[in-house]
């Protein structure tokens, strides 16, 4: 066992003497002057890079926001989610503690575009989200996230997109190297044994930018990559009120009473690898032409154990009678009885009891390649795009499970900031006798892939033809595969059937940390378990563990052409710059996979009834869709240094492709006397809609400062909701009631945006190296997005009311010194297609420090904390959306990191 918190002393100790963060390291860069958004001046202070992303956002076209290269990595960044996380109306969320997904303006990542270099990627994640770990936040350049369309941008971000830049090599006018090496310590990871390395990690980077011919040539590569260790530990109460354990209590006066299904505990712990490369080659032979290739590959290993335990509580009809030993709150839900009663805590009857010992392992790798060709030949630019890439995730997770023979009861609650605790009665989890090997669970080989090809040709024409500046047309194809193949199995004990574990199989793998609240429970070596029991771990025969109807195959084919007009005139004496164009779009998609009749009961000899497996079928569905997306975005430059924005625009995001699935699985209760619950994706599928007006106010007040604010409407036309019982499918003379994901109609999403951000650099000295950079966005919605069998409607997934970001930045004489506080309210998780949605992520706030000396012109050193607060992760409301109804806690502990940074 391990404990440590001489590092948590001294972190606060630093916060005391700090007010913000450091820049890692940056390299000195003077670029080319280009309409596009690609001006990016570093320097080694923070201010530096808020001074560039200012006027990337004061110059663009339409609405940006921006970061610089300077802004990226300053903070303990894991990933470029981490840095973007701190943009006006950004927020992230998280797994096992890091940044993985983004959400624009408080709506969900589904809502969202992202691309790289400007072309859309591919996406380990089954729906169209970008995994934003896959990218180390060292190899991004530089990022915009566009808020209004243009037309010549693709289509598919309704809440906005996020365009991911790389290096180009002939932006800089010399050679550049710079090495970055950091040493981290995870605390939590220092308690729990499973954790790779008692809790230490290291991250490296290396980049080498030149400059060859004459300034015609320029290379640049980048490596990064990091180990870092697995450490968190959850608990969590299942939801109240499922279909088969709806467990609804009579006490002694007969009241209803709902109850949890169950619950689990899990520590989980071990290592994290990532690697990736970044490559360009760029070529200028004259003014007229330019060739640039990049490339970018990354793997992203996560290699963990999890142990814990999990309980049921048991719904049989004679426990129901059993008086409950609780004090219920009144429960308001109609769909589950009036004056129906909540069992928040209490004693109660299980109905199992098990100890898990889980492995698993996931494997994501993603290449990218793009080659772009521009010809410039008077007032005429050519430039064509071709791309490729794929991504390919492996999966593994196997469970070990050991039942005990007699659970008992257990008491049950919540603490105050929502975790559960529990006691049991007579049972315990750490005695061999006690708890026999059942089973193993596996999911050998689960892997999904996805594939774009792209290609794109845009045309500009300057003009100097009265108020048109310029038009610009253009035209685009894609072809897109997305898969996944599943696998699952049981395999049983066939050794030494209800023998007691060896006691040298035991091991004391467990966590310092762990809650005193919950019972202790029982570690093995699994490998030993498995040779001991099931005489090794099985290989079934291709095809015997598919899991058919979890399998699925989406090809999609996008073209789509443009046509835009920039203008530049006055009104009222009044300089107003902007574009008008339309967009045009067709998608086809093709979506196979596997359709399965409701299983039959069949009577294999006198009284003796088996149900058997129903048909399975192989299915291909094709449906199509044409948008027409015009746009508007107007600048009107009020005074030098004030400018009000206008856009209207029509928007579209597509439908997730693992939704559009034609899986069908029908469903009989027993010997098929009443249709159950049969689930489906969508095929047929269309992609949200919208209609949006943005106005904003910009005030540049000096050169380093300015003060912003955004109104936004979005007019719903259609959205993508899951609903239960949403079609009825009538099946050789039965009719099942299935639930699927739908197209819904109407609604809105309106909010908006404030930002200030001001050097005090007026001050006297010392405190003119003050700053700070502040935003927040509101944002609500009328749309029920799920509606589930049993459960109150849902918002939108990924929607947060409430969006901020706090930063105090302190530079002095080599000095800088950086705090960020971001905070998210609350927002619905995604759900189930049958049962439910998955719960309300509690309001969550991530304090994040670092602090670093520049002792010249080629050597920096710092000091950086991620999750000063240790701010944990909830969810409470499964299938119910009642805050009363805790669901998951999970704790990641603060993470620290000391490194050195080497620059030429």
């Known amino acids: 066992m391990k404990h440590s918190t001489v590092i948590h002393r001294l972190t606060h100790a630093a916060l005391l003497l700090a007010l913000g963060t450091s820049s890692s390291f940056g390299w000195a860069q003077t670029a080319n002057n280009d309409e596009k958004i690609e001006e990016i001046v570093i320097t080694g202070k923070f201010l530096r890079s808020l001074q560039s992303a200012m006027e990337q956002k004061r110059n663009s076209a339409s609405m940006i926001e921006a970061i610089a290269a300077e802004d990226i990595g300053q903070l303990p960044d894991v990933s470029i989610s981490d840095s973007l996380n701190r943009l006006p109306g950004l927020a992230q969320d998280r797994d096992r503690g890091n940044g993985s997904q983004i959400s624009i ?293 196997a469970s070990i499970r050991t039942t005990h023979a007699a659970p008992g009861y257990a008491t049950f609650g919540a603490t105050g900031d929502k975790r559960m605790w529990l006691s049991l009665d007579t049972a315990d989890l750490t005695d061999p006798a006690q708890n026999s090997v059942s089973e193993i669970e596996v999911r050998p080989a689960a892997d999904g892939g996805d594939e774009i090809t792209a290609f794109q040709l845009d045309v500009t024409r300057e003009l100097d033809a009265g108020l048109l500046t310029a038009v610009r047309f253009g035209a685009s194809v894609s072809q897109r595969e997305k898969f996944l193949n599943a696998q699952n199995w049981l395999q049983y004990v066939t050794d030494n059937s209800g023998t007691p574990i060896p006691e040298e199989f035991i091991l004391d793998a467990k966590s310092d940390s762990y809650w005193n609240d919950l019972p202790d429970y029982l570690t093995f070596d699994r490998n030993a378990v498995i040779d001991y029991y099931f005489g090794g771990l099985a290989n079934p025969d291709v095809g015997d563990a598919d899991d058919l109807l979890s399998s699925w195959d989406v090809s999609e084919d996008i073209s789509a052409q443009y046509v835009q007009l920039d203008f530049a005139t006055e009104i009222f004496a009044l300089p107003l710059t902007g574009n008008v164009g339309v967009r045009a779009a067709q998608t086809e998609t093709t979506s196979s996979g596997y359709q399965q009749g409701p299983n039959v009961w069949v009577e294999t000899s006198p009284g003796v009834w088996e149900e058997m497996a129903g048909e399975v079928e192989a299915v291909a569905i094709v449906h199509d869709y044409d948008e027409v997306l015009p746009s508007l975005n107007m600048t009107l430059a009020v005074t030098d240094e004030q400018q009000v924005r206008f856009g209207v625009a029509k928007t579209i995001a597509r439908a997730p492709v693992d939704l559009m699935s034609p899986s069908l699985n029908l469903n009989d209760d027993l010997f098929g006397a009443n249709p159950g619950e049969s689930s489906s994706g969508n095929p047929k599928l269309d992609p949200f809609r919208a209609t949006q007006v943005d106005l904003g106010y910009e005030w540049y007040f000096n050169d380093e400062s300015s003060v912003a604010a955004t109104v936004y409407y979005k007019d719903l036309d259609t959205f993508i909701a899951r609903a239960a019982d949403a079609e009825q499918i009538v099946y050789n003379g039965t009719t099942y009631n299935v639930s699927r994901p739908i197209n819904g109609e109407g609604g809105y999403i309106r909010g908006y945006e404030v930002l200030y951000q001001q050097a005090f650099s007026f ?72 049962q439910g949605e998955e719960g309300i992520n509690d309001s969550e706030g991530y304090v994040d420090l670092s602090l670093s000396y520049e002792m010249d012109d080629h050597y920096k050193f710092y000091f950086q904390v991620q999750n000063l607060t240790n701010e944990p992760y909830r969810v409470y409301g499964l299938e119910s959306n009642n805050p009363n109804h805790v669901n998951k806690y999970e704790e990641f502990g603060r993470r620290y990191m000391v490194g050195v940074s080497w620059k030429l």
């Not at 426990?319 to 009144?330: R, S």
């Not at 898990?356 to 990218?368: G, H, M, R, V, W």
């Not at 706090?806 to 759900?831: C, H, M, P, V």
């Open 763 to 834: 001050l006297p000295e010392p405190f003119n190296g003050l700053g700070v950079y502040a935003n927040y966005a509101f944002t609500e919605s009328n749309v029920e997005q799920f509606v589930p069998l049993y459960s109150t409607k849902s918002a939108l997934t990924g929607l947060s009311e409430h969006v901020g970001n706090l930063t105090l930045w302190y530079y002095k004489d080599g000095f800088e010194a950086r705090t960020s506080y971001s905070y998210r309210s609350e927002f619905q998780r995604d759900i189930n297609a049958v």
């Open 105 to 397: 303006r408080g709506m969900g990542g589904l809502l969202g575009l992202t691309t790289l270099n400007g072309r859309e990627v591919a996406t380990v994640e089954e729906d169209r989200n970008i995994r934003y770990d896959q990218f180390p936040s060292e190899l991004i350049n530089a990022a915009q996230v566009y808020k209004t369309p243009q037309a010549h941008l693709p289509e598919g971000g309704l809440s906005g997109t996020v365009n991911l830049e790389t290096i180009k090599p002939l932006d800089f006018d010399s050679r550049q190297m710079s090495v970055d090496v950091r040493g981290s310590f995870y605390d939590l990871g220092g308690d729990i044994d499973d954790a790779a390395n008692d809790g230490w990690g290291h991250r490296f980077s290396v980049s080498y930018i030149d400059q060859f011919l004459d300034d015609t040539l320029g290379v640049a590569l980048g490596y990064a990559g990091r180990s870092q260790p697995i450490a968190t530990q959850r608990s969590e109460l299942w939801n109240y009120g499922d279909t088969w354990h709806n467990t609804q209590w009579n006490d002694a006066l007969g009241t209803n009473v709902n109850a949890p299904w169950g619950g689990s505990a899990l520590i989980r712990g071990g290592e994290d690898r990532r690697h990736g490369v970044m490559g360009a080659i760029q070529w200028q032979p004259n003014d007229n032409l330019e060739i640039a290739y990049d490339g970018f590959w990354s793997t992203f290993d996560i290699d963990e154990t999890q142990r814990g335990f999990d309980f049921q509580i048991a719904n049989t009809y004679t426990d129901q009678w059993l008086l409950i030993d609780t004090t219920p709150t009144a429960y308001t839900n109609p769909e589950l009885g009036e004056g129906a009663l909540d069992l928040l805590s209490g004693t109660v009857p299980l109905s199992s009891l098990r100890n898990l010992n889980e492995e698993f392992a996931q494997e994501d790798t993603l290449i990218s390649h793009g080659l772009n060709v521009e010809w410039r030949q008077d007032a005429w630019t050519f430039e064509g795009d071709l791309s490729y890439s794929k991504t390919e995730r492996d999966r593994r997770w």
